[in-house]
């Protein structure tokens, strides 16, 4: 074979697993959906992993095949209605129920898909709004401008007056 | 009043994936993988008294035996690059053949039963180490026996590069093939290595 090859795909999820984890979580919430949307997108990454250009941007092709496996995971809910999984009841790692952490989860979910999208590609996987756009589609500027809407309405919205930092080291 | 870059940061930590879910989650992707017939190369490491081996199989049987010293990575390149890039760390498909090699380390196993594919070599160099299981446990040959027994007699140094290109170390013996000389010879895991398993073997063998 005299093309460049491939990385063993494991390289792939050890490299970027993670990021697309913090993705799938910022779009859907941090319960089931999330980690259905992660497994769907590496197994269809790993499908066509080998016939991948070699110089294509990893992280944007994954992010590109997230987007579109949260759309499907929220549609399959759609078309069979399960229960809401409410953010309160989801499992917290920092402090207690009713903390900071539930109160901007509720904040990110209360905030239109665009804009979450937006947020998540930009500011949690570092594309650069070109890329956002060609995901979610419009423009590069339409992007931006919802991912400024979005970080002010959280601001507003999920996070006080008062420095969630000092509460939480203090318990 | 928080700025923006808070926001951010507060967001980027609340959806931090932490490494139990991550685990939980390659393993559910090693699962799908096997069950959609994507797992072109499952792989696992083994600590051993001979270092740390890495272990690779396709469906087909176990394709890669690395020691340490060769590089696991690189031998995981190469796979991806001969046989699929389709390589995930994979425990379950080595289950058996890192409790044989455990045995066989331990002295308590003498031969493997384990399908293997030759996927990484090929020609004259394949013939050569299709045969050399046959050489039994706790006995050597020479490179220049192994030549007459393949029938090619002239193919002393074929036989050298087929036993240094084994990708199948310590479980195709080609440990068991030494120099005219004597001397134990080069090895893929460092002479040491070869006179260890060497020295297992004439303990066990009695």
């Known amino acids: 074979m005299t093309s460049p090859t491939h990385t063993p795909f494991e390289q792939v999820v050890a490299e970027h697993g993670p990021t697309v984890l913090r993705v799938c979580r910022a779009v859907l919430g941090p319960g089931a959906d999330a980690e259905d949307a992660w497994s769907e997108t590496f197994l269809a990454a790993m499908r066509a992993w080998p016939d991948l250009p070699v110089d294509a941007n990893v992280e944007a092709w994954l992010v590109t095949i997230a987007h579109r496996k949260a759309i499907d995971v929220v549609r399959a809910h759609r078309r069979r209605p399960v229960p809401v999984d409410s953010v309160p009841d989801a499992p ?40 956002v756009a060609d995901i979610v589609g419009g423009s590069a500027a339409a992007a931006r401008r919802a991912a400024a809407d979005g970080i002010n309405r959280l601001r507003r919205n999920g996070i006080g007056d008062d420095d969630p930092h000092l509460e939480r080291s203090s318990s | 009043m928080t700025t923006s870059d808070d926001t951010v940061s507060r967001l980027h930590d609340l959806a931090a994936a932490d490494s139990e879910s991550l685990s939980a989650l390659h393993g559910r992707l090693e699962a799908a993988a096997q069950g959609e017939d994507l797992l072109d190369v499952a792989y696992r490491t083994l600590d051993t008294a001979v270092g740390s081996l890495l272990l690779a199989a396709t469906p087909r049987g176990l394709v ?117 000389s004597g001397a134990v010879g080069r090895y893929a895991g460092g002479p040491e290595a070869k006179a260890t398993l060497l020295a297992l073997e004439r303990a066990h063998a009695a």
Do not use: M
């Open chain 2, 64 to 180: 890669r035996v690395a020691f340490a010293v060769q590089g696991h990575d690189a031998a995981l390149e190469a796979l991806a690059d001969r046989v699929s890039p389709r390589i995930l760390q994979a425990p379950r498909r080595l289950d058996t053949a890192a409790r044989e090699i455990e045995e066989y380390l331990s002295g308590i196993r003498r031969s493997f039963d384990l399908p293997l594919d030759f996927a990484l070599s090929q020609g004259f160099r394949r013939t050569v180490q299709q045969h050399l299981p046959s050489i039994g446990y706790g006995r050597t040959h020479s490179y220049t026996q192994v030549a007459q027994e393949v029938g090619n007699p002239k193919a002393v140094r074929a036989v050298g590069s087929a036993c240094a290109t084994n990708p199948l170390p310590l479980v195709v013996p080609c440990h068991r093939v030494l120099p005219a």
């Open chain 1, 92 to 131: 917290t790692r920092h402090g207690l129920p009713g903390d900071h952490d539930s109160d901007l989860w509720a904040a990110v979910r209360a905030l239109p898909d665009k804009q979450r999208q937006v947020i998540a590609y930009h500011y949690l996987a570092g594309l650069p709004y070109q890329q």
